[in-house]
């Protein structure tokens, strides 16, 4: 493989992915919008509990602290209640699956991923990997 072709392919891969993720991202972002702006969100309440820091001199106050103990019954709620207010409005996507199937069928279109480009003395060195094969 020549260097030339070698800039091809990859240029080729980066296009193809960028375009499916251009194209999903903007499709999703869409219907998101036009179905969320009929709307008011009422998201659920994410409870103050205020920590004072003092860095350097300053006061800094947290008051979502307590967040970062994620394996507290309190926390797993707070994230239980945010996952089911999100699968609620991801639900409402009119057509969601078909542009999921979409962006599934355009991904399998690479069948190689190529990855950790180095040049050294003048020449390209990479990792070529087949889709589905681990390395």
């Given at each position: 493989m020549t260097l030339q072709s070698f800039n091809a392919t990859v240029k080729n891969?980066?296009?193809r992915h960028i375009s499916a993720n251009v194209f999903f991202g903007c499709a999703i972002f869409?219907?998101?919008?036009?179905s969320v702006t009929a709307q008011i969100l009422q998201y659920p309440e994410t409870a103050k509990q205020p920590v004072w820091d003092t860095l350097f001199g300053t006061v800094i106050r947290d008051d979502y602290r307590w967040l970062e103990e994620v394996n507290t019954p309190q926390v797993e709620?707070?994230?239980k209640e945010q996952a089911a207010f999100t699968e609620q409005l991801l639900e409402k996507i009119p057509g969601k699956n078909a542009f999921i199937e979409e962006y599934k069928n355009l991904d399998q279109?690479?069948?190689?991923?190529?990855?950790?480009?180095?040049?050294?003395?003048?020449?390209?060195?990479?990792?070529?990997?087949l889709k589905g094969k681990c390395r």
């Open positions: 891969i980066f296009r869409l219907l998101l919008y036009t709620s707070w994230l279109i690479n069948n190689v991923a190529i990855r950790f480009i180095l040049k050294e003395g003048g020449r390209y060195f990479y990792s070529k990997v």
